[in-house]
């Protein structure tokens, strides 16, 4: 029996391949430190369960496909914070930001057509591609530049007939940056001049460091048309579990259509959007000290492993990942060979390898991608392993 | 701003698109009886709640892309009750049964690929089939012949070069009818001299009566590479809302490519999984009062209904849906009708139009799926107000 051509070619996840070989590490005894995954460790907050443990309908039933009223009102008020007006119709709650991105591809684009990115980008983001036939067009950035975008004359040669929408993502994963408000500027003209969606994935809108401040593309006056958000509780509230996210776009059509096809798949989790309206009533203060206890994770990251003059890693201004060029030639065989061949006292730390995040062939063979989601101690402790092991990686 | 073709197509639910003029009947004190959707009143097991609320991770964080193991392990052991021996690698664990169907149309089929599907059929695979670019090829069957298969040469005509699978649902939504082992090992022969996947949707499979038995494609032999069955917790357990479903298959390739489209969207719901394990690990015998129940309603509402003479309605012997044929011209027209213009005594009935669950135009426009899903009191007044209405139509 013969898969689909898609089925062969689906992108195995590099945050998850190496599972195995890690869980294989830990049947050794060898203890991981986890760099690998975005997954906090902050504690899911207290509402969010309690409010689960109210829930109280007899039947376990099907919700309104585009989500729960009251979630979304909980949303409403959350992004008034941010000065972002939004209406009941402007949302439909998805699964995770996961299928906010599939919904968001299927309705701009058909088989065929082109959406692009800057690269690295979130990997996922070719899974997706691939389910819906898509095709991502990358546009380069780099780490020496702190992976901004290139000039706008470069992106623009990358716009074909076939072109449907530009998309970012900012706070950026895997690469942490923050693009600017000029940036996306330029991008909104480009995609006006062009006639183009413009997508942003904002699910890392809170986890802004140094005073950085996050422009969203709602915040763009007079491309109500054009604009579609996706977004999640995941990390916002430290839920990846839950699987609640959302498409936010005030486009009429784009919405309707999106209605239908949250429609097919009935509805998301019931209880999961019953702990997020939870979460989304909590005070924005909620969001301080995380955000200072990421800051400071950033700071030993970036700091502990800048002591290697070869490594190349502008400190970034958002997110809780860095992307970091290393002095090596294949990022997938030192992230397998951290986990098979080397640890420091029993310990050794998992990475994702940086070419799953590119979609050019060949790129990111140099860089990793790490995720600073564990406490300050912790996560020391884990860059001076990491640097052990690059240099005994480099002199085996 | 012009979204994509298939965003225009997507159809709209013919269970939920007549929402708003529900909503806009209630709004003036109608009450309606729900028949035109498959959501069960029966209690969701106290188990799962409990289990959920005994949760006491601090970090709701993501579980494993497969689904978590234990839950594996409770499903394989309720399939064992089967006959049907599974292992873990069989099983990934999916976002309800709707996310296992658009796995597996993606799995088995690139854009502009074939399945062939019985008409009538589960309104929802034409949503999933846009969003993967798959076109779904109808088999003609019909209400005087219980909804059965036509003669195998008539489906064997229906297969070309882009023919990837047959696509059944047994028991049937929207029909009730049970495929017969007879029917289903004709199928697997045509899939075998064809090189075709066999698909089943089997998420009604413990719904069976007059004792009758559900043949799974699963027990049949010598077809292990080009079995695929999608499964749910959903109807199983009264627990829509949850959202756990599952991708049951025993070819190695087709369970790697399905891992990765999983690993994209990274985990289902961890605190519903929680849930389902409780839930799998009822005695079975939970299901019997279940069936009797169900198998009491559907006599209810078949016998009431065909006192009329005119209506067509072989009595199903599975799941807990009919489709009944009306004196009718346009079952769109008569569901709105219904709920626009009519009322007994301030009560009225909301039924899901027959177009909905055909792709061929024009088809099933005298036809409405019936979900048997309420009390039998409170069903068997549904039933009798659904007739006065039918009459009054007629007359109007």
New interface residues.
Partial sequence: ????????E????P???LAGIANAAKARGVQIYHLN?G??????PDV??KS??H?SE??????P?DGLPELKDAMIDYFANYNIPLKKEHIVIT??G??AV?FGF????????EVIVPEPFYT?Y???A????VTLVPIETKAETGFHLPDIGEIEKKITPRT?AILICSPNNPTGTIFTEAEIRQLAQLAKKH?L?LVADEVYKEFTYDGEKHFSILELEGME??VIVMDSISKRY??????IGAVISR?T??MQ??L??A??????????QVGAIAAYRLPMDYFKDIKLEYQERRDILCDTLTVNKDIVLQKPKGAFYIMAKLPIDDADNFARWMLESFNENGETVMVAPGPGFYSTPGKGKQEVRMAYVLETQKLAKAARIFLKGLEQYNRR
């Fill in positions: 029996m013969k898969i689909s051509k898609r089925g062969k689906i992108q195995e996840s945050i998850r391949k995954i997954q906090p460790d902050v504690p899911t969010f369960y689960i443990e829930y007899k039947v376990l039933a099907y919700g496909s699964v995770g996961s299928e599939s299927a309705v701009i684009a058909d088989p065929g057509d996922n070719n899974g997706f691939t389910l819906t036939g449907r006639d969606f048309d054009r430290s839920a990846c579990g839950a699987r486009n059509e784009v259509s999106i239908k096809f429609q097919a798949r009935l509805c998301p989790a019931t209880l999961d």
